[in-house]
């Protein structure tokens, strides 16, 4: 009976196993070292002590990459052989408040310590491949292949595989909301007290702007206020945005373990 398990494979897999066993900015980005040498000194001091109350195994390198997507970025897996480190936008770093910075920095260690990379591309993968064998086992005719044009064009080999395929999309999305509320409370419980007041005010400040950015509409298209009409709320959090909790949510279970 042809099984369509290659939900397993396909171009967004390869692109997550990539991003998961080679932490490729430490090895091809180039460093853009914008930080003052004491302040990177101390930044990469700080790293390292998170680091260490983390139990992380391995020294954690610091690259900056200028105008990155993301504030920080973890990089590597700690259980694997490799390198690993924190990528960090330098003007970001000059822009918030040393406290919000060492929440932010050992909110990404932890992913680092708790593997997060790696099993956020495993476990989705390994639900959507034992989906995809249930739905051939269960309704044979779903297992029956699809052209080899169509194989080609969407990296589903048969209706099975793109019901497992729908299935490990959906448990990504929970599994990474899930791993990211982890991340902040791991992080959270390692920072400095004035770290961990700072945490709540940092999710604060960016639901501020995206509160600015939803009200702002003079100067947008048609369809960025499409956008911003039916996908940022009231209350600056991103409906898009479907593997993080939501800025609301966040502040909420920061805030009650401040003492």
């Not at 390198?83 to 330098?90: L, M, T, V």
């Not at 699809?146 to 999305?173: D, E």
């Not at 501020?208 to 996908?231: G, V, W």
Request: include cysteine.
């Amino acid at each position: 009976m042809p099984i369509g398990l290659n939900v397993l494979s396909g171009a967004s897999f390869l692109l997550g196993a990539i991003n998961a066993f080679l932490p490729w900015r430490l090895y091809l980005q180039e460093d853009a070292k914008q930080l003052s040498e004491e302040k990177r000194n101390q930044l990469e001091i700080k790293i390292q002590e998170l680091a260490n109350k983390l139990g992380i195994s391995k020294p954690v390198e610091l690259i900056e990459i200028k105008g990155m997507v993301g504030q920080a970025q973890a990089l590597g897996i700690d259980m694997l052989p490799g390198r690993i480190g924190i990528a960090i936008d330098p003007d970001m770093v000059e822009s918030i408040p040393e406290a919000e910075l060492e929440f932010l920095i050992s909110h990404e260690l932890s992913h680092i310590k708790t593997n997060d990379i790696f099993w956020m591309m495993v476990v989705p993968a390994i639900i959507g491949g034992i989906s995809t064998l249930a739905i051939c086992i269960l309704f044979p005719s779903l297992a029956t292949l699809f052209s080899p044009l169509i194989m080609g064009i969407f990296m589903v080999a048969s209706p099975a595989a793109v019901i497992g395929l729908a299935v490990s999309v959906a448990a990504l999305i929970f599994f990474s909301r899930w791993r990211e509320e982890c991340a902040d409370k791991l992080g959270f419980s390692v920072c400095s007290d004035e770290a961990q007041k700072a945490a709540a005010t940092f999710f604060e400040n960016l639901r501020t702007t995206m509160i600015e950015l939803k009200n702002n509409q003079e100067d947008d298209s048609c369809f960025d206020q499409f956008l911003k009409n039916y996908f940022l709320t009231e209350d600056g959090d991103d409906l898009l945005d479907l593997s993080h909790p939501t800025l609301t949510a966040r502040i909420k279970y920061l805030q009650p373990n401040l003492v």
